[in-house]
């Protein structure tokens, strides 16, 4: 199963954080590879709008790391 990486705003009020922090702990149980990222302080699509207008947002790091991580695991 390919590794999964959730990402979520602590202050969404569109998706609650509980429904990300869920299925993290179902993908766990099941054995999937997975991590939650939780960005504090940012609403529903704060964090991903950080990365347009700051190339050192972390929602730009978090993703570049993820994308390479598959391509190595890969081999």
Not at 44 to 50: A, I, K
Request: charged letters at 15%.
């Amino acid at each position: 199963m390919p590794q999964t990486r959730l990402i979520h705003g602590s202050l969404d009020t569109t998706v609650p954080l509980s429904i990300s922090e869920s299925f993290h702990a179902l993908l766990d149980s099941a054995g999937i590879p997975n991590e939650l990222i939780v960005y504090p302080d940012k609403g529903h699509t704060d964090f991903l709008f950080d990365g347009l207008s700051d190339l050192a947002a972390p929602i730009l790091t978090d993703i570049s790391d993820f994308v390479l991580g598959c391509f190595l695991d890969v081999g």
